[in-house]
Structure formats: structure tokens, C-alpha cells
């Protein structure tokens, strides 16, 4: 069943501080659709309003999960997770005290998500061998590649429908950025998941995404229906490659 | 030999006082010094069901649990629309739970007067002998039943989802509510749960020694020190630390007299928080 995401005419900010203006976007069924910008421009607060974390002054936000749609504005960050929408933020925000298999756990909180808990979890140490060695471990203490590895696989544990990424490139070294792009890919595909990711990364982004968005200024300046088309865009070279 | 002994059953009977505060100041980072009311609470609630019911004190306290559970979560939600949602929790928020102290004590006072007050029951002053070593009933039922607890309690909180979020809540409420759990519920919970086991602590109390209303204060120091000596959010730590201070109290009393109990036990948290700050078994 198809799982879809549609953010209409969004209007946010933070007390007299508009962020976005008038932003809309849609990620269809089983794509991976990148929201690129540099640092500033809206995307992470785009992520929080979808998550409800921060409330949009105005427009809305629709998420169709297994055909049937829900309105996302007004319902809380943790209603939201439990329709089936995952969220690996910004800094990760793993327990640092917990271990990687408590952390793991938790991740499968959501009532729907603990019968699956252990296939689940086979799953994730299949695709990520390093957190199944150090299980035991506490996440606090892990390296920042195999703390966003763990982060990613702490969302999936929620058997999501739908996964948003916010920056998983950030604080990573180049090697590592592309190893957990191809990651996100393997475990889309494993999942049968919609994906929705922030990243300022564009060469790295552009490698797994379908279609994308460019936020600059908190407005939607460019809508690439495929990646040669982002590829080819002005507004991305003046953006990205300074040419 | 049977000073050890009588150490090692004492400190049990410390785990027991202690659980609730390893749960609210470990856990919830809620600094609760007002357990010790609860626990005379606890103890007034076994005093009642073994004058007036002729029931066994432990009984009472399993009966007055839920009571106890609902009062603790009636006393999160009030900390919570009052101080910690507001974000000035810490300063304000003691000054609210002292409050709390002074009121239940000057209520049980007012109610059950400032007499000592104790229970009967057929195993308060016999004993079991093993050889040379003597285990007094009083001891050794608190012993048993701070152990019941402090291992049904660590197995739920590792085994279940609520928890393993208990443990966590502390750490990133947003995270937590990433995963789907709302954290002002889970605290509330985990307050309700710690005030509960202040029912079952209060009973062992006054198996132990026959309490009035101003003598949860001899406790309030050894409780958190206790817990932070085990290791905040540790319950094993928590226990080893109580039986280390039981044990240390014991032998002081026994060969230096009881006024010395108190500097020892306090000397062996300052030498071990200066070799392991984050406590025994700290993470």
C-alpha cells in the first residue's frame, strides 16, 4: 500500500521571524525526494513542522499512509510518529546512556512496531554488521558515523511508512557521507519506504533521489522533477558550484 | 561475624528506602527529599491496617500501593503545571518538595501525635539460628522484601517498553517523543511508581523500629547518598551502595560506638566519589 506525503502553502517562524514563506511540496509513493539548501534557508524547520515540533502559521500538511490520510497539523510529535512517519533529526539525539540495543528498543515504542521488534532488528544488524558488535555499548561513546548509523536504524525500528532525514551527512567525513547515502538507499528499498531528506550535500543527495526541492530563503526557488534536471539548473550552480 | 550479618540485612532494609528516590532523583532527575515523608506515610498506612485491621504491616502496604501509586502521580502532574513545565524546576521545585515534607509531617502529627507508634506481628522478635550466625525476623523480612522488589522492579524496567523509556526520559524528551512516547505521561508513571514503593519501604520501617513523624529526616542524607554512590539510574549500584553503608554502619556502631556511623558512612562516599565520580556502577 502506498504511503505519500503533501505539504501545501506552508507559512512558519519563530516569533517574529518568518522562516518559510508559502512553501509547498509533495513526496509521492515510494520516492526519495531531497530538500537542498545551504545552511539557514528553512529545511530543518521544514522537517519540524511536518513533525510537529514547530506549528505552521499557516497551510497544510497531508500524509496518506497505507491509502488513508491524515492531517498533520495540530496532532502531536508523538501521535505523528505512531501514524508511521520517522524522524532522524538533526545531532541524531540518541539516549547516550543507553546502549545501542536499548537504544534499538526504544525505537520500536510505537504499538505497531513491537510485534515486529525482533525481525526488525535482524534486519538492522544485517545492514549495519559495526552496531550489532557493539551492542553492548553505550551510544553516548560510539563514533559520529556509527552514531548516525544507530540513529538511522533506531527510526526503522519504528517500522515506518514514511522516513525523514534531516542533515545525515552532517559532522561526517567525506567517506562516510557517501557510505550512508548508499545506506539510506539499501535500507528504502528494504523497507519499501517514502523518503523525504534535508541535506546541504547536493553531489551526495543527488546520487539516490528521484526528484528534489531547493529552498533558498525560506521559498521553494526551484522544483527538479528528476536529478539531471537539478543537475543542469542555474540556480544550482550559483548555489553549489560557485560557478 | 553477626555485626556483618545484621550490616548486610540492615543495608537491605536501606535498598528498600531508597528505590523510589534511585527511580525519582536517578531517573526523572526529580529532586524528590520528600520520599522520606511518603515512606512515614507508608508506615502510619501499615500502623492502620495492623492496629485497626489486624492485618499483617507488609499486606497493608500491598493494599495501600495503588493508593500510593495514584498520590504519586497526583504530585508529578502538580510539579509538573507548577515548576518543571514552566523550566525553573530546580531551585523552586525543592523548595516545593520541602514543603511537601514539612506538610505530611505536621499532618501526621496533627492525626497519630508525636508518640512512637509500632506493629505487631508473629515474626517481630523471633529469629532464625544457622550455627553460629543469628538472623532476626525483624532483619531478615525488610531484607526479603526490598530484595522482591529492587528485582521485580529492575526487570520491568529493562524488560518492557514503558521501562526502558522510564530509563531514558531523562536523557532527551524529544527523542522520546520521536519514538512515539509521550514523556510527561512516562514521568508520571515512573513518579506514581516511586511513591508506591514508598509504601512497602515505610512498612519494613516500622517492622524495624517504631517511627513518629519527624524521623523520616534521619533519612533524607542517607538516601541520596546512597543512591549517589551507587550510580545515579542504577539499581544494582543502588543496592550495592546500601548494603556497603549498612555493613559500614554496623561495624562502626559495633566497634566504636553509634555516634561514629553516620562520618564513616559519609567518609566512604566522599573516598568514593573521589576515585569513581560517577558513582559504583554509574554510567
Known sequence: MASSLTVANVDAGYAAVRVLEDVSLRVDAGETVALLGTNGNGKSTLMKCIMGIVRPSAGSITATIDGTAHELIGLSTEAIVDLGIAFVPEGRRLFPKQSVLENLQLGAYRPKARAELQRNLDFCFETFPRLKERKGQLAGSMSGGEQQMLALARALMSAPRILLIDEPSVGLAPLLVSRTIDKIKELKEGFDLTVLMAEQNFTQAIRIADRGYVIVHGRIAFEGESAEALNNNDLIREFYLGA | ?283
Open chain 2, 1 to 283: 561475624m553477626n555485626a556483618i550479618l545484621s550490616g548486610l540485612l540492615l543495608g537491605g532494609f536501606y535498598a528498600a528506602v531508597s528505590i523510589g528516590v534511585a527511580i525519582s532523583f536517578g531517573m526523572l532527575d526529580i529532586v524528590n527529599i520528600a520520599h522520606p515523608a511518603f515512606i512515614l506515610l507508608g508506615s502510619y498506612a501499615a500502623f492502620i491496617g495492623n492496629t485497626v485491621f489486624g492485618i499483617d504491616p507488609i499486606l497493608a502496604a500491598i493494599i495501600a500501593m495503588p493508593l500510593f501509586y495514584l498520590l504519586g502521580m497526583l504530585v508529578y502532574q502538580v510539579y509538573y503545571v507548577a515548576f518543571e513545565r514552566r523550566d525553573d524546576q530546580s531551585l523552586r521545585g525543592l523548595s516545593f518538595f520541602f514543603g511537601l515534607l514539612f506538610i505530611t509531617e505536621v499532618t501526621l502529627v496533627m492525626i497519630f501525635g508525636v508518640d512512637y507508634r509500632l506493629v505487631q506481628a508473629s515474626y517481630i522478635g523471633d529469629k532464625l539460628t544457622l550455627g553460629p550466625l543469628e538472623l532476626p525476623f525483624r532483619l531478615l523480612v525488610p531484607f526479603l522484601v526490598s530484595m522482591i522488589t529492587v528485582v521485580g522492579l529492575q526487570l520491568f524496567l529493562s524488560r518492557s517498553f514503558l521501562g526502558r523509556a522510564i530509563q531514558a526520559v531523562a536523557q532527551d524528551q524529544l527523542a522520546l517523543r520521536l519514538m512515539a512516547a509521550n514523556p510527561i505521561r512516562i514521568k508520571r508513571i515512573a513518579f506514581g511508581l516511586s511513591i508506591a514503593t514508598a509504601a512497602l519501604g515505610g512498612a519494613v520501617l516500622i517492622i524495624i523500629q517504631p517511627v513518629e513523624p519527624s524521623i523520616g529526616r534521619e533519612y533524607i542524607g542517607r538516601v541520596f547518598a546512597i543512591c549517589v554512590l551507587g550510580g545515579l539510574g542504577s539499581f544494582s549500584g543502588m543496592v550495592i551502595a546500601a548494603v556497603t553503608l549498612g555493613v559500614v554502619e554496623t561495624l562502626t556502631a559495633t566497634l566504636f560506638g553509634p555516634s561514629w556511623s553516620p562520618a564513616v558512612s559519609f567518609g566512604v562516599l566522599l573516598i568514593t566519589l573521589a576515585v569513581r565520580p560517577n558513582g559504583i556502577l554509574g554510567r
